[in-house]
C-alpha cells in the first residue's frame, strides 16, 4: 500500500535526482532560440535555448544555476517539452501552473511533472518552478528581455 507520505518521498527523491543531475543541461549549439530567466527572490538564474522548427521544439537545454527546485524544474521542463509542438508546450505550461497555484487544479495528467505539486504549499518557491517555464516562453516568442518572475 502507497501512503500519502511515501509518495511524497517518491516526488522528493525526483526533485532530488532532478537536481544533482539535470537533464539536457548543456549550451545548445545549433539553438535558433534562447532566453534569461532570472528570480531575485531566490536568486534562481538559467538560460533556455531551444531549437523550433515547423513550430515544433526539436530540442531544448539549459544553463544557469540556482535552487535544487529551480533546477529539477527545469530539467523536467526540458524532457517533458522536447519534440513537442509549440501550442501543447504552452498548454502543458498552463496546466503546470494551475496545478502550482490553485487548490483544485483540473484534473489533468502532467506526468513526471506531478513530483512539483509539493511546492503549491511553499508559495514563494512557486516562482523558482515556474522560472523555466516563463523563460522558455520568452525564449520561443523571442522576447528579448530578461524574464522577471515578478
Ligand atoms: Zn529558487
Request: with cysteine.
Given at each position: 500500500?502507497?501512503?500519502?507520505?511515501?509518495?511524497?518521498?517518491?516526488?522528493?527523491?525526483?526533485?532530488?535526482?532532478?537536481?544533482?543531475?539535470?537533464?539536457?543541461f548543456?549550451?545548445?549549439?545549433?539553438?535558433?532560440?534562447?532566453?534569461?530567466g532570472?528570480?531575485?527572490?531566490c536568486g534562481?538564474?538559467?538560460?533556455?535555448?531551444?531549437?523550433?522548427?515547423?513550430d515544433?521544439?526539436?530540442?531544448?537545454?539549459?544553463?544557469g544555476?540556482?535552487?535544487?527546485?529551480?533546477?529539477?524544474?527545469?530539467?523536467?521542463?526540458?524532457?517533458?517539452?522536447?519534440?513537442?509542438?509549440?501550442a501543447?508546450?504552452?498548454?502543458?505550461?498552463?496546466?503546470?501552473?494551475q496545478?502550482?497555484?490553485?487548490?483544485?487544479?483540473?484534473d489533468?495528467?502532467?506526468?513526471?511533472?506531478?513530483?512539483?505539486?509539493?511546492?503549491?504549499e511553499?508559495?514563494?518557491?512557486?516562482?523558482?518552478?515556474?522560472?523555466?517555464?516563463h523563460?522558455?516562453?520568452?525564449?520561443?516568442?523571442?522576447?528579448?528581455?530578461?524574464?522577471?518572475?515578478?
Amino acid at each position: 500500500m502507497t501512503g500519502h507520505s511515501d509518495l511524497r518521498d517518491l516526488y522528493q527523491e525526483v526533485i532530488f535526482d532532478h537536481n544533482r543531475q539535470p537533464r539536457n543541461f548543456h549550451v545548445l549549439d545549433d539553438a535558433n532560440r534562447s532566453a534569461d530567466g532570472h528570480n531575485p527572490l531566490c536568486g534562481d538564474q538559467l538560460t533556455v535555448y531551444a531549437r523550433v522548427e515547423d513550430d515544433i521544439i526539436q530540442d531544448v537545454s539549459f544553463v544557469g544555476h540556482g535552487c535544487a527546485i529551480s533546477t529539477a524544474s527545469a530539467s523536467l521542463m526540458t524532457e517533458a517539452v522536447k519534440g513537442r509542438p509549440i501550442a501543447e508546450a504552452k498548454q502543458l505550461f498552463d496546466h503546470m501552473h494551475q496545478m502550482l497555484t490553485e487548490s483544485h487544479p483540473e484534473d489533468t495528467d502532467l506526468g513526471k511533472l506531478e513530483v512539483l505539486s509539493g511546492v503549491r504549499e511553499f508559495p514563494a518557491r512557486v516562482k523558482c518552478a515556474t522560472l523555466a517555464w516563463h523563460t522558455l516562453q520568452n525564449a520561443i516568442t523571442q522576447a528579448t528581455q530578461t524574464a522577471q518572475t515578478e
